[in-house]
Nanobody, 123 residues
Framework: QVQLVESGGGLVQAGGSLRLSCAAS????????MGWFRQAPGKEREFAAT????????YYADSVKGRFTISRDNAKNTVYLQMNGLKPEDTAVYYC????????????????WGQGTQVTVSS
């Protein structure tokens, strides 16, 4: 079965950096767009970043643009989210997700989800 396993979350001070990883198995990774979403306590899950199958096209939410970078390594079946300049408002559980075909920003468009990794940014 399809599995997406996130790692790399943790506690960091404002202005710091973290790199999230998401290892995929059970699917033809290069056929899927990959996305990162996040959900803060009491809020709906929101889009953060997405990348197409080849890595040639990326798209970011305005709230993370210029600070976060999504990338992928199809040889390793892994997608990454480099997060720099972290702010307390970035505190959330971060989820990776896989969507067959072209990139989309709506969570309902994604077929598979990981369990999430907690990112906490202290002020």
């Amino acid at each position: 079965q399809v599995q997406l396993v996130e790692s790399g979350g943790g506690l960091v001070q404002a202005g710091g950096s973290l790199r999230l990883s998401c290892a995929a198995s059970g699917l033809t990774f290069s056929s899927y767009a990959m996305g990162w979403f996040r959900q803060a306590p009491g809020k709906e899950r929101e889009f953060a970043a997405t990348i197409n199958w080849s890595g040639g096209t990326t798209y970011y939410a305005d709230s993370v643009k210029g600070r976060f970078t999504i990338s992928r390594d199809n040889a390793k079946n892994t997608v990454y989210l480099q997060m720099n300049g972290l702010k307390p408002e970035d505190t959330a559980v971060y989820y990776c997700a896989a969507k067959y075909g072209v990139i989309r920003v709506g969570p309902r468009d994604y077929n598979y989800w990981g369990q999430g990794t907690q990112v906490t940014v202290s002020s």
